[in-house]
């Protein structure tokens, strides 16, 4: 593993700039690497797409959804039964799934609203990397870590972070386009 600096640009002009100063700063050429970085949530790493398999903040969705359907069905089960003289032997059987919908609702409120931090999550204090183009380069030598620095920053970068990778013949092998970029301060 070699440290990597990135920084993010706007342009493919930028980039390729940054690419020609980087090189020309003594970094070996095959070890950059510029790509376009999409939107979080939509790096398709899943099979069906995207970053996650079960939306953020919805991971409490299934446990709600049950216990509102037993306690929604019962319920209106008990209520039916109630009305039974009235409705006749269906009053419990359309109470229950009717208490059972009305009570699956309540797995909304499990849901965290949009940008409110995950319960007991420290990883929501550093913002997800945005979209754009990202140039990167790794090298073995630490002392030449603020040279990279002061070049991406000499040419506008934003948003430069500190990883731990491997860039061969100007592919981030391993890039995450998930995990949370470590600032460069």
């Known amino acids: 593993m070699s440290t990597i600096i990135a920084g993010r640009f706007q342009l493919q002009d930028d980039v390729d700039r940054a690419r020609r100063a980087l090189a020309e700063a003594g970094f070996d050429n095959s070890r950059i690497s510029g790509f376009y970085l999409s939107q979080p949530g939509q790096h398709d790493q899943t099979p069906l797409g995207g970053d996650h398999l079960q939306s953020p903040g919805a991971k409490e969705t299934p446990k709600g959804v049950v216990e509102g359907?037993?306690?929604?069905?019962?319920?209106?089960?008990?209520?039916?039964?109630?009305?039974?003289?009235?409705?006749?032997?269906?009053?419990?059987?359309?109470?229950?799934?009717?208490g059972g919908h009305v009570g699956s609702?309540?797995?909304?409120?499990?849901?965290?609203?949009?940008g409110e931090p995950e319960e007991g999550s420290s990883e929501n204090r550093v913002p997800p990397r945005e979209a754009g183009m990202l140039v990167?380069?790794?090298?073995?030598?630490?002392?030449?870590?603020?040279?990279a620095v002061d070049v991406l920053r000499q040419l506008g970068a934003h948003h430069i972070e500190r990883a731990e990778g491997n860039i061969v013949d100007g592919d981030w092998a391993d890039f995450d386009p998930s995990s949370r970029p470590e600032l460069v301060a």
């Not at 609702?105 to 949009?114: A, I, W």
């Not at 630490?142 to 040279?147: T, V």
Request: net charge neutral; aromatic share 6%.
């Open 69 to 98: 359907v037993a306690t929604g069905g019962a319920i209106g089960a008990v209520v039916g039964a109630a009305t039974a003289p009235v409705t006749g032997p269906l009053g419990p059987v359309v109470g229950g799934l009717l």
């Open 105 to 114: 609702l309540f797995s909304f409120s499990k849901m965290k609203e949009r």
């Open 136 to 147: 990167a380069v790794a090298f073995d030598d630490a002392g030449m870590a603020d040279r």
